[in-house]
């Protein structure tokens, strides 16, 4: 006669086995960052400041084209975020992953038709709607700041709906970089 092993037993030695190799596979080895290296030129010590590839640094935001562009249009009474800006909050959400220091307001503004209430209330939902969208691109709240202006800063003066079009913004000034 075979000796069988009951199915209970074949189960918790099926179970023991695969607790094992999930023990085994979850050791996690803890990385350390290599040291800052120093050059010599003779009169003075620098350390060298090690920035991974793609790493946003200050100097950037004058020279990359995508976050020169710090002003986000809306249409006439819309406080949502048009398609073609999507790629440009997405530009400045990783410079604020990038850099954890970095402060940006988002000053939200109208055109001059409407109430000075509505148009306060419309440029800090512009506000909103521009830090929700970096946000959803992996910006920290921690480092946004919404105020608006409404009508108070225009960019153009002049009664027409060109120039409208131009006040209806909101503006993203970095406080820190």
């Not at 094992?20 to 996690?28: I, N, P, S």
């Not at 920035?51 to 249409?75: E, I, K, M």
Request: glycine share 6%; aromatic share 6%; proline share 6%.
């Amino acid at each position: 006669m075979t000796a069988s092993i009951p199915p209970v037993a074949r189960i918790l030695t099926i179970a023991a086995l695969s607790a094992l190799v999930a023990v085994g596979c979850t050791k996690k080895v803890k990385e350390t960052p290599p040291p800052a290296q120093t050059v010599d030129n003779g009169a003075t010590t620098q350390p060298i400041v090690n920035t991974a590839p793609g790493t946003y640094s200050p100097a950037d935001l004058d020279t990359d084209a995508c976050l020169r562009q710090r002003v986000v249009y809306f249409d006439l009474d819309q406080d949502a975020l048009k398609p073609e800006f999507q790629a440009i909050m997405a530009c400045h959400a990783k410079y604020l992953r990038d850099r954890p220091s970095a402060r940006l307001r988002l000053e939200g503004n109208a055109d001059e038709r409407g109430s000075r209430e509505y148009n306060l209330g419309l440029g800090e939902r512009r506000g909103n709607a521009v830090s929700s969208a970096l946000q959803a691109n992996g910006g920290n709240a921690s480092q946004l700041t919404v105020i608006s202006y409404g009508e108070e800063r225009p960019v153009c003066a002049e009664s027409s709906e060109d120039c409208w079009s131009k006040n209806r913004r909101v503006e993203l000034v970095y406080s820190a970089k």
